[in-house]
């Protein structure tokens, strides 16, 4: 069983960065494709950003291209999620997700087995 244990959220204004982690307990870490999705109040989950278990492919959702930066070390086990030029529209709980290993990359929930318990990330205007 793989947990996840995301960090680095907080409360920002409008411009700001942030940098999430998410630390997974398992060295089959190294062959899952991580993903970080987030929820807003009153919103479904929705996608925010992938890369698979080599590093080599990264998806974006629309919204965050040109200002989130997935990543991962997996020597350390662990990926990260850079957030720049934060918006107030960026405020939710972002969860981390890890896949089985080597399956496909993909953007939607169901390709990933195991969650964390998810960062509260605030934007104030």
């Known amino acids: 069983q793989v947990q996840l244990v995301e960090s680095g959220g907080g409360l920002v204004q409008a411009g700001d960065s942030l940098r999430l982690s998410c630390a997974a307990s398992e060295r089959t870490f190294s062959s899952s494709n991580m993903g970080w999705f987030r929820q807003a109040p009153g919103k479904e989950r929705e996608f925010v950003a992938a890369?698979?278990?080599?590093?080599?492919?990264?998806y974006y959702t629309d919204s965050v291209k040109g200002r989130f930066t997935i990543s991962r070390d997996n020597t350390k086990n662990t990926a990260y999620l850079q957030m720049n030029s934060l918006k107030p529209e960026d405020t939710a709980v972002y969860y981390c997700?890890?896949?089985?290993?080597?399956?496909?990359?993909?953007?939607?929930?169901?390709?990933?087995?195991?969650w964390g318990q998810g960062t509260q990330v605030t934007v104030s205007s």
């Open positions: 890369i698979s278990w080599s590093g080599e492919f990264t």
């Open positions: 997700a890890a896949s089985n290993p080597f399956w496909s990359l993909t953007r939607s929930a169901a390709g990933y087995a195991y």
